[in-house]
């Protein structure tokens, strides 16, 4: 990791500049793989599994048999700790419902407003390096809460065909039935467009690497939604001489093993710590199953140390992280300046991974800065708010000489005639 001091504003920007994204070359792969998928459907899904995942499949759909099969394949540990993991975000996700609004807003003028589930939606689920079951929950527990009426699942599969057992397992606990051995652009594709066996969806979720999150962004040309922005994972520590610093390290850590393009930051008032922090990292990193992913994603990363607080937080707000930990001594004044982040994480034993995995909130988030104008995914990501108003004559009479006036002056002249023609028949019939 870089270690800057007291860096200049001017200079954030490029000094904390994410790994670059190479748009336009990916959108050259991107783009002829969803004209194959919307041309060929399951035959060119079956060949790209062959080409990029080098399996060649009978069929896309993962079967009853497999499903069932999946139970006894992770241990019992596992199991436990998934369903405590679901009842957990179940409960959270539960309680952010909101009953249907109604209010009279003048007599005989009453405006309603009420969440509807979106009817199709997609979830696509990382299973290369990481198999990440733990996002079969994050957006199959809120899509269920919601009411959605048909949830797809999308994942690739391995040399041998196969779905992890524990995406297989967890789908199937949350409810979810329809499950496709699908990855990458092509995933994205079949959900835009529909083919023999991938139903096509109202929107998409989910996380994965550049071609999936160009693909998301390729799919909203069509007429499909998408959760966000997502790509590759990032987290800030915000931490002081108060916290531990073997803590900070295996927080930093836990993000750069995501992968190569992942990012990490560390900010901080004291150069001692960050250089203990530092130290940390190297030892920690030794034990790691994925330490050359982290060691990579590491080149993209920087210490800080920012000794005015103030500007400390000015810094985090600019980058605006997709997950940030505050580990500093006065931790509820630094929580209440912040307004750009997608999830934060407060004290020293809140670990980051405790909410990509069991502590209730959604891992869904938004990275790349775009925690400045999205929300990470929650239970209305799954939901439209629909409004709805009904008008008595009483309430006509009232209302509609102002929609008359307004109407005329921007010269919509048929505007104006609905209503004029409505308060002429009340006139007329004397109501």
């Known amino acids: ?30 783009k002829p793989i969803f004209e194959k998928v919307e041309k ?3 035959k060119a899904l079956k060949k790209f599994a062959q080409e990029y995942d080098h399996v060649s499949l009978d069929s896309l759909l993962a079967t009853s048999e497999e499903i069932k099969a999946a139970k006894d394949q992770i241990s019992k540990e596992l199991k436990e700790a998934i369903k405590t993991a679901k009842a957990n975000i179940e409960k959270f996700h539960a309680a952010q419902a909101s009953p249907e609004l109604i209010e009279e807003v003048m007599p005989g ?13 997609g979830l696509y689920i990382p299973g290369g390096t990481a198999p990440l079951f733990s996002t079969v929950l994050m957006l199959g527990v809120p899509a269920k809460i919601a009411g959605c009426k048909e949830v797809v699942l999308c994942t690739p599969p391995n040399r041998e065909g196969k779905i992890h057992p524990a995406i297989l397992y967890t789908a199937d606990l949350v409810g979810i039935t329809k499950i496709v051995k699908v990855g990458g652009a092509q ?25 999936v999150t160009a693909a998301k962004q390729f799919a909203t040309k069509y007429g499909v939604a998408i959760d966000m922005p997502a790509g590759p994972s990032e ?7 108060s916290a531990v610093p073997a803590f900070v390290a295996s927080d930093l850590l836990s993000q750069a093993e995501h992968g190569v393009d992942s990012q990490v930051v560390l900010v901080t008032p004291s150069e001692k710590f960050a250089k203990k922090v530092l130290k940390e990292i190297d030892v920690q990193l030794e034990d790691l199953s994925r ?16 000794e005015d607080q103030k500007t400390a937080l000015e810094l985090i707000n600019d980058y605006a992280p997709e997950h940030l930990i505050i580990a500093v001594e006065n931790e509820e004044e630094a929580v209440e300046a912040i307004y750009n982040a997608g999830s934060v994480f ?9 909410g990509d995995y069991a502590s209730g909130t959604n891992h869904t988030l938004p990275t790349y800065g775009y925690a400045r104008n999205y929300s990470g995914v929650s239970l209305d990501s799954f939901l439209k708010k629909m409004t709805y108003q009904k008008i008595t004559p009483e309430g006509l009479k009232t209302l509609g000489p102002v929609v008359e006036v307004m109407a ?3 010269q919509l002249d048929a505007h104006k005639n609905a209503v004029t023609i409505r308060l002429n028949y009340l006139k007329e019939n004397k109501k």
Do not use: H
């Open 1 to 30: 990791m870089k270690l800057l001091v007291n860096p200049s504003p001017e200079k954030w920007k490029k000094q904390l500049a994410r790994p670059v994204q190479k748009t336009k070359e990916i959108n050259k792969i991107v």
């Open 40 to 42: 060929n459907g399951d």
């Open 109 to 121: 003028v009453v405006c309603r407003r009420k969440s509807v589930a979106i009817q199709r939606v």
């Open 187 to 211: 995933a994205v594709a079949a959900l835009t467009f529909g083919t023999e066996s991938v139903p096509q969806v109202d929107k998409i979720f989910g996380p994965g690497n550049q071609y």
């Open 235 to 241: 987290v800030l520590v915000y931490a002081d001489e």
């Open 291 to 306: 330490k050359d992913i982290a060691f990579k994603a590491l080149q993209n990363s920087t210490a800080v140390v920012m």
């Open 346 to 354: 407060i004290g020293n034993f809140t670990p980051e991974s405790a």
């Open 408 to 410: 005329a002056n921007e």
